[in-house]
């Protein structure tokens, strides 16, 4: 079964850290490009961070650069999204996503994407 599962969200203050986990099981993620996703209450779903197939390029959202980090383990299978100095409007459900191209993912294009983890909440907040 094609599938992922993300992990590691929960409630924290400002200025913390994170790590969200995104688990692939049925397929092999180094073929794949990754994505994070989040869609924040009453907005649209937006592109967070990702990282191409091809060359390992990662790209980030200018809301995130320089506090959110992507990264793979391509021996557990598993993608990161390492996020610190967490602030308020960080608050929503975060989404792992793969595609199988290795061309430029910046335009997080949502149907490019071919396989999607359920979401974990990620709440920040004093």
């Known amino acids: 079964q094609v599938q992922l599962v993300e992990s590691g969200g929960g409630l924290v203050q400002p200025g913390e850290s994170l790590i969200l986990s995104c688990a692939a099981s049925g397929f092999a993620l180094d073929d794949y490009t990754i994505a994070w996703f989040r869609r924040a209450p009453g907005k649209e779903r937006e592109g967070v961070s990702c990282?191409?197939?091809?060359?390992?390029?990662?790209h980030y959202a200018d809301s995130v650069k320089g506090r959110f980090t992507i990264s793979r383990d391509n021996a557990d299978n598993t993608a990161y999204l390492h996020m610190s100095s967490l602030k308020p409007e960080d608050t929503a459900v975060y989404y792992c996503?793969?595609?199988?191209?290795?061309?430029?993912?910046?335009?997080?294009?949502?149907?490019?994407?071919?396989?999607w983890g359920q979401g974990t909440q990620v709440t920040v907040s004093s």
């Open positions: 996503a793969a595609g199988r191209f290795g061309y430029d993912c910046s335009g997080y294009v949502p149907d490019e994407y071919t396989t």
């Open positions: 990282v191409s197939s091809v060359g390992g390029t990662a």
